[in-house]
């Protein structure tokens, strides 16, 4: 199947292709960036507008063989100069204008009142702007202004209205690839990895829903990801799968924001199957003696990185015992899954607040390669 690339990617070869075009004085009608992922995208470039003192050029979006409702926009870059001169270490002003949505509550990637240009994108952009910057031996300030036609009626068919994300679609990317997502053909490649990972020897079926609990157990245990497996939403099916391939142990990273519906017992966690985050959150918290007045604030946060902020601010000790009961009860449903055919631990984070919480074995497990 085929890859695609993210509006992250986008915006990226976008605004790389303009600041070339500004500061050199010549058209650049093709760009190659290198993603996250280490994958080379070598991008069309179109919408050309070029004056003295800033280009405009965009990339169109192609989600390969998993598009979604941002295949086929044109992700626009703007670079200009930028008169008030930015930091030494950081020359690159990044902002949205039309069709980039706006941050108007928090828990999310960016802080209120950012454009919805996540950490990831950004990065991109500053990395291959400056690689141009240096290029050609420019040592001023720029200004990278990213927008996109239709934007704005795009995002009403995404999560962002729901988000607290307004005024169009956000940029996103981890990996700056878009990885077919066929249902069969991921679980097919579930299986195969899990298959691999026993015949090796390995013990313990790591398991991960995505790059941020990767990321995380790679940061925070330096663990060698080439032992673990990626099992997007089928968590249900990765425990199936882990059982037939005869590993009586299974530990699973993930933020709590995936992790926290397998509390619930919902075992595909993709948004279309069920949600229910917030209430699982506030049930939990309920049940650790929060008064009505921050359970109602919990109920009504947007994502459980806000949910759990509220619990924090209003007393530590609490929202500590109220992610050891999440924990347990993913541990609980875990092993009901695999009917008792399996040992299962896991590790639950947040990207605000780090480790929220780990069952009675599972830190031992990861640190461990016996």
């Not at 926009?73 to 706006?102: H, M, N, P, Y």
């Not at 994300?165 to 066929?182: A, D, K, Q, R, Y």
């Not at 013990?203 to 990767?214: K, R, S």
């Not at 009504?300 to 924990?327: D, F, N």
């Amino acid at each position: 199947m085929r890859y695609g690339f993210t509006t992250g990617s986008c915006a990226a070869a976008a605004a790389k292709a303009a600041a070339f075009m500004l500061l050199s004085g010549k058209e650049k009608n093709q760009i190659e960036i290198e993603t996250p992922k280490g994958i080379s995208f070598r991008a069309e470039v179109a919408d050309i507008n070029r004056s003295e003192n800033q280009v405009s050029c965009a990339v169109q979006k192609d989600g390969g063989d998993d598009p979604d409702v941002t295949t086929g926009l044109w992700i626009c870059a703007t670079v200009s100069f930028r008169k008030q001169e930015l930091d030494e270490a950081d020359r690159i002003w990044i902002d949205g204008a039309k069709g980039i949505g706006r941050v108007t509550l928090p828990g999310l990637d960016q802080p209120v009142g950012n454009a919805a240009i996540n950490s990831v994108p950004r990065a991109m952009i500053r990395k291959e702007v400056t690689e141009v910057m240096e290029l050609l031996d420019y040592r001023g300030s720029l200004s990278v202004i990213l927008s996109v036609e239709h934007g704005e009626e795009v995002a009403q068919n995404t999560f962002n209205p729901r988000l607290g994300i307004e005024g169009g679609i956000s940029i996103l990317g981890t990996s700056g690839i878009v990885e077919p997502m066929s249902e069969q053909a991921l679980v097919d490649t579930i299986q195969v990895e899990l298959n691999q990972k026993k015949a090796l020897g390995m013990p313990i079926a790591v398991v991960a829903p995505g790059n941020y609990g990767l990321d995380f157990m790679q940061r925070r245990y330096h663990y060698d990801l080439d032992r673990s497996v990626k099992c997007s939403n089928f968590i249900g099916q990765t425990v199936d799968l882990a059982v037939e391939c005869g590993f009586e142990r299974m530990l699973l990273v993930g933020h709590i924001g995936k992790l926290i519906k397998v509390a619930g017992g919902i075992m595909n966690t993709h948004s279309r199957f069920a949600d229910g985050r917030m209430e699982i959150l506030t049930a939990h918290a309920a049940m650790h003696d929060f008064d009505n007045g921050i359970l109602s604030q919990v109920m009504q946060a947007v994502t459980t990185e806000e949910g759990i902020r509220i619990l924090q601010e209003y007393s530590p000790k609490q929202c500590e015992q109220t992610m050891r009961s999440i924990a347990e009860r993913i541990q609980y449903h875990l092993q009901k899954r695999a009917n008792g055919k399996i040992q299962a631990e896991t590790i639950m984070f947040s990207n605000e607040f780090g480790l929220l919480a780990a069952t009675e074995l599972a830190e031992a497990w990861i640190k461990s390669e016996d």
